[in-house]
């Protein structure tokens, strides 16, 4: 009992010099590594519940088997799998570097023969990286195995849409088309091409609510225990995904089957326990980096102003045949219909679906239109749009049914959604200018590291480029340090220092510096925009 007072006061009152200190970057991965592993634990203590909850027949097992493959093949080979977002991909893939190398959650600026000697803490939630240090345990390549894992993730969304679906409404039907309207998400398939936090929060989120619901189906202990760590993992890969806790709180209260209060209660608080036990250091950080860290934001990151600049654009997306399923839309609000019906199932979907939809009208960048990078939040809205238009389906089938032989009417579905989907082709095969500048950086940074010779060093504004290809990096303002150039010149090949993005705007007296202050060579260069060059150049002492 007295933990969760504790906890509350540390998050609002956080210990602002304890995060600049070096043991906190080893306490984020290995709180992270306890909590998924005491969520393993308890999974594999409730696999009996687990398995007979959600046994399916054979006929069941082939049709999501298919949905599943064709998501997959959409994912793996439809869109183009490249960084949408400038910066943000390499960052969460360095963090993740950086954990697998040190065991260290932090934001590397100097990183030299495979050793962190520079970093802080990142302002980014660290769940995506904290699971790509272990993918990155069996691949070679960094990037191919993010790539590869968001991928995967991805797709395994699709089944468990159809999972989600039959434990909330007990109807496979339901279940079915779920999972194909999301097999064919327009907006979902788009950032499954990028390494995109949103795509893993939403598979998390979709598997904490499915163990919630085993929960109350079954009241084991371990799956309380499992709903509540997985829970913990999940609102640390976005920091917007804090408001999910919400939505699974309420859930227990409307599904809850205990006819005692204080049962009911009892149950919550060992939940909010484990919980807090888990997230507290997370919540905690978050509350210290809104306060110290803009966020890309020169004014407020949350206001009431945004709200009439975000509205249109995102109601637009929703509606527009070649970027959204245009018929989510309309069911949705034929499932919502008669209320009574279904009334918990309802109430929490409308809840989950609007509590994100709003919270981005109120964010700085929550538009669709701020440069197209912003659509990545829809995703995050999605599932409980599709499980109600899927609600709505399955209502239309029960009345036409006394008229229409119900494969005939599955068959009309099938071929509606996906002439609905065929518009949105454009939209998922074309990369959005917007991170234009970023992605041809990158490329080229990319391109060069794999042709510089074994011990050499790269001094960039965005070292993370080059740390997740294995590659020595730095950032500028080491290099400005004479001393510290002069022992990587002494104790590497070679020196090479990339004028980027960076060297336009912010940094360019810092980039100036270093060309003045060394002798230098020109390798490459290309133009961007047709007006100014990247260029990589090789230093001399």
């Not at 205990?258 to 484990?274: G, M, P, R, T, V």
């Not at 500028?476 to 060297?503: G, M, P, Q, R, T």
Request: a positive charge.
């Amino acid at each position: 009992m007295v933990f969760i007072p504790v906890s509350l006061y540390i998050i609002f009152n956080p210990p602002i010099e304890q995060f600049r200190t070096e043991n906190i970057k080893y306490l984020f991965p290995s709180l992270l590594s306890v909590n998924l592993f005491v969520f393993v634990i308890s999974l594999w203590v409730s696999r009996k519940a687990i398995c007979s909850s959600l046994k399916i027949d054979r006929s069941s097992a082939k049709i999501l088997f298919s949905l599943f493959f064709v998501g997959l093949l959409l994912r793996a080979f439809m869109v183009p799998h490249t960084s949408r977002m400038l910066f943000d991909e390499d960052i969460y893939m360095q963090v993740a570097a950086t954990m697998s190398e040190s065991g260290k959650a932090e934001f590397c600026s100097q990183w030299l023969d495979k050793m962190c000697l520079q970093g802080f803490v990142d302002k980014h939630p660290n769940a995506l990286p904290h699971s790509l240090a272990f993918v990155y345990l069996f691949f070679s390549s960094r990037e191919l195995a993010a790539y590869i894992f968001i991928i995967l993730i991805a797709s395994l969304s699709v089944p468990l849409m159809y999972f989600l679906a039959v434990l909330l409404f007990n109807n496979r039907e339901i279940g079915y088309f779920s999972a194909l309207f999301m097999s064919l998400a327009p907006v979902h398939i788009l950032w499954s091409g990028s390494v995109s936090t949103e795509i893993y929060y939403v598979f998390l989120s979709l598997m904490v609510f499915i163990i919630t619901l085993l929960y109350v189906q079954n009241k084991c202990t371990s799956l309380l225990v499992a709903s509540a760590t997985l829970l913990s993992y999940t609102i640390q890969t976005r920091p917007e995904s804090l408001f999910f806790s919400l939505i699974i709180i309420l859930s227990l209260i409307l599904f809850s089957k205990q006819k005692n209060s204080l049962e009911i209660f009892d149950n919550l608080l060992l939940y909010a326990l484990i919980f807090l036990l888990f997230s507290t250091l997370h919540i905690t950080h978050l509350n210290y980096t809104s306060k110290v860290d803009s966020w890309g934001a020169k004014g407020e990151k949350l206001s009431m102003d945004y709200l009439k600049r975000n509205l249109s654009p995102n109601i637009r997306f929703m509606i527009d045949p070649s970027r959204s399923f245009v018929i989510l839309i309309p069911l949705m609000l034929l499932s919502l219909i008669n209320f009574r019906s279904n009334f918990s199932e309802k109430f929490i979907l409308l809840v989950w679906m609007l509590a994100f939809f709003v919270i981005f009208l109120l964010f700085y960048a929550g538009s669709v239109e701020a440069g197209g990078t912003s659509s990545r939040f829809v995703v995050m809205w999605y599932p409980p749009l599709i499980l109600l238009a899927a609600h709505a389906i399955a209502k239309i089938n029960k009345f036409f049914s006394k008229y229409i032989d119900i494969k005939t009417l599955y068959v009309y579905w099938c071929v509606l959604i996906v002439l609905s989907f065929y518009p949105t082709l454009d939209f998922i095969r074309t990369v959005d200018p917007q991170a234009d500048v970023g992605r041809i950086m990158r490329d080229m940074g990319i391109e060069m590291s794999q042709k510089l010779p074994d011990n050499c060093v790269v001094i960039t504004g965005t070292p993370s480029i080059f740390i997740v290809q294995g590659q020595n990096s730095m950032d500028f303002h080491n290099a400005l340090n004479k001393e510290n150039l002069k022992s990587i010149y002494n104790k590497h090949k070679c020196v090479y220092f990339f004028e980027d993005y960076w060297c336009k705007y912010v940094k360019k007296s810092q980039c100036d510096a270093i060309l003045t202050n060394n002798e230098h060579e020109l390798v490459d260069t290309i133009l961007v925009e047709k007006k100014w060059p990247l260029s990589f150049y090789e230093l001399h002492p």
